[in-house]
């Protein structure tokens, strides 16, 4: 399975969109690019994942680019309660599901 | 529907002991996973199954043996416990193709 490049923190003022960026140059066809997200150390909770095109839901919505190298995560009003680290994931068809360092997102008041 | 549970949620050991983790999940889902998380760092796949009587290694899974005996459970042992495998341990669980994992609360071990 593909790897990913995250930075390893975010700062985002509280009521502004979070855009969180994900590198995964080597990615393969039949890959999907995953996010989830981990608050105060609890289990990660899933938020969006998706192929090729770019995908909405209560959540987040995720943007992934044309040559499917890149992708973004925007959550459209961050609030404190956002607060977390954010994992972006490449997943193909051996099941596996390997967690990078992820990105720590801090939204500030 | 209790979705993943881990068992216990807490655990010490003296080094050199044995223990095994229980993950157990009502969703009816092929995969499931064991993962070890450390102060400060991501979470590490140790061992994964894609179905019943199935095993695989992940990342680091020296240590660490499993099994799936039933689809429904998936048990983590470790055989002579070491201080280096004090952590947090995950368990997650997903259905077959492209879908979300559900993960546990976690079990904090300490190995002294």
């Known amino acids: 399975d593909a790897k990913t490049t995250q930075p390893p923190s975010m700062d985002c003022a509280e009521g502004r969109a979070a855009n969180l960026p994900c590198n995964h140059s080597t990615i393969s066809g039949n890959e999907y690019v995953y ?17 090729k095109n770019n995908e909405t839901n209560e959540m987040a919505s995720l943007i992934i680019t044309e040559d499917r190298k890149s992708s973004t995560l925007i959550l459209p009003h961050a609030t404190l309660r956002d607060t977390a680290v954010y994992y972006c994931i490449v997943r193909g068809n051996t099941g596996k599901l390997i967690f990078g360092q992820g990105t720590t997102l801090q939204v500030k008041p | 529907n209790a979705g993943v549970t881990q068992t216990p949620k807490f655990r010490v050991l003296k080094t050199g002991q044995s223990m095994t983790l229980l993950c157990a999940q009502d969703m009816n889902h092929e995969y499931m996973y064991w993962y070890r998380q450390d102060p400060g760092m991501g979470l590490r796949l140790i061992h994964y199954s894609v179905g019943e009587g199935t095993t695989a290694k992940g990342e680091v899974p020296d240590g660490y043996n499993v099994s799936r005996l039933k689809k429904q459970n998936f048990l983590l042992g470790l055989e002579s416990a070491a201080p280096s495998q004090t ?26």
Request: proline content about 2%.
């Open chain 1, 35 to 51: 996010w989830y997200r981990q608050i105060h150390s609890q289990g990660p909770q899933y938020i969006i994942h998706g192929l």
């Open chain 2, 87 to 112: 952590s947090v341990y995950f368990c997650a669980s997903s259905d077959w193709g492209n879908t979300e994992a559900f993960f546990g609360q976690g079990t904090r071990l300490t190995v002294v």
